[in-house]
């Protein structure tokens, strides 16, 4: 997805896991997946350089799409739709 539609996307639960560092916010993003249903988004946000790795090799892993990620001011906001 392009920046801007990341930027228009609205996510169907949002997870701040700005205050843990890895593994943290994988494993609040597995927890907050499973409170959703299939084709929602999940919004991850996460200080953690190492999420920009880890979430998308774990969606492509569970089947779910990895949409793209914004870097905001010392934050990311990854996006994954639920497969």
Known sequence: MTTEELTNLKADKSVDA????????????KKAM????????LEILSADEGTK???PKW??????????????????KIYVKKG
Do not use: M
């Open 18 to 29: 700005r205050g843990t560092s890895c593994p943290g916010p994988l494993l609040a993003a």
């Open 34 to 41: 499973g409170e959703i249903n299939s084709g929602q988004i």
């Open 53 to 55: 790795k880890d979430i």
């Open 59 to 76: 969606a492509t892993k569970k089947k779910h799409n990895y949409l793209g990620t914004l870097e905001e001011s010392g934050y990311f």
